[in-house]
């Protein structure tokens, strides 16, 4: 079959942690998991983007704040550490779990970040509390902000993903390193989840008018561009658009799509997708340094 993303193997084999097939791979995957099921199905996810050889850490975080909940509280995370270890054992991945007291959920992560050394934070965002919608907390931005690795952040959905789906990836980014990035870890994806067809929905930047363009990819085999400028939440019909024309099994997400200098506030284009997405949603973030 021929290889259906050129473009992408150009681009990310500079890159020193992917290889020269233009995959885009990590050796260290940080994975907060605050229950049994959270690390069971997390664990095969996060298999599909790590390196030949790496290692998933776990992170479990007792808040300390209330310390007659602290012995149930560990309890508890010791029923999620070993649920993760024997995830990893049959999905024959090395994954070591770490629980941590602290009264700082942000800076417990950020901490294992830099300690460890992590390529990438894997974690879900819940829905909030009593309601069936996403919503980014003050604790999602803080970490999108600050994390020392590159980021991806998931909608629920992603978790329960058929092992081998059927629809298209579509990935939407800007023409940039990140977006770059972002095209060699859906190619790792692709790989992952059957060879599944990849769709490029191109964001490029532009002028204060809106502007809209379509043009096919002028690379081999299936995959395809089409580029688009959008502004303010108008990104996120535009991508909802695009999802209800094909059948889809996941959508990735470049962070900087939106020029919103706060990308991941209540109501903003990224948990707008998150709410409304009819398939797995993920929003990768690259590390700046």
């Keep these: 079959m021929m290889d259906r993303i050129d473009m992408a193997e150009q681009v990310a084999s500079t890159d020193p942690r992917a290889p020269q097939s ?16 959270t690390a069971e199905l997390m664990i095969p996810l996060a298999r599909k983007l790590l390196a030949r050889g790496g290692e998933i850490v776990t992170l ?14 560990w309890k508890k995370s010791t029923k999620i550490s070993i649920a993760a270890v024997e995830a990893g054992y049959r999905h ?11 009264r700082s959920i942000v800076g417990s992560i950020l901490e294992e970040i830099s300690l460890r050394s992590i390529g990438l934070l894997m974690f879900v965002i819940n829905p909030h509390e009593g309601k069936k919608s996403f919503r980014f907390g003050s604790k999602t931005r803080s970490i999108a902000r600050n994390s020392a690795c590159s980021v991806m952040m998931l909608n629920k959905l992603t978790l329960t993903m058929p ?13 940039d390193e990140e977006g770059r990035e972002l095209l060699a870890i859906a190619k790792s994806l692709s790989d992952e989840l059957g060879d599944l067809p990849i769709i490029q929905y191109r964001m490029p930047d532009g002028g204060s008018r809106r502007r809209e363009q379509h043009r096919p990819h002028s690379g081999s085999g299936d995959y395809r561009t089409f580029a688009k400028v959008y502004y303010g939440t108008r990104v996120a019909d535009a991508i909802l658009g695009e999802l209800s024309k094909e059948r889809y099994s996941i959508v990735l997400i470049s962070s900087n799509i939106s020029k919103s200098k706060l990308p991941f506030y209540s109501g903003g284009a990224f948990e707008y997708l998150m709410k409304n997405a009819p398939c797995p949603v993920m929003i990768y973030r690259k590390v700046t340094r």
């Design 60 to 73: 479990n975080i007792i808040d300390t704040s209330f310390p007659l909940e602290v012995i149930d509280k």
């Design 163 to 175: 092992r081998k789906p059927s629809g298209n990836i579509l990935v939407a980014i800007r023409g």
């Design 22 to 37: 233009g995959r885009l791979k990590f050796q260290k995957i940080l994975v907060p998991a605050d229950s049994k099921e």
């Design 92 to 102: 024959e991945v090395t994954v070591t779990p770490e629980v941590k007291n602290s």
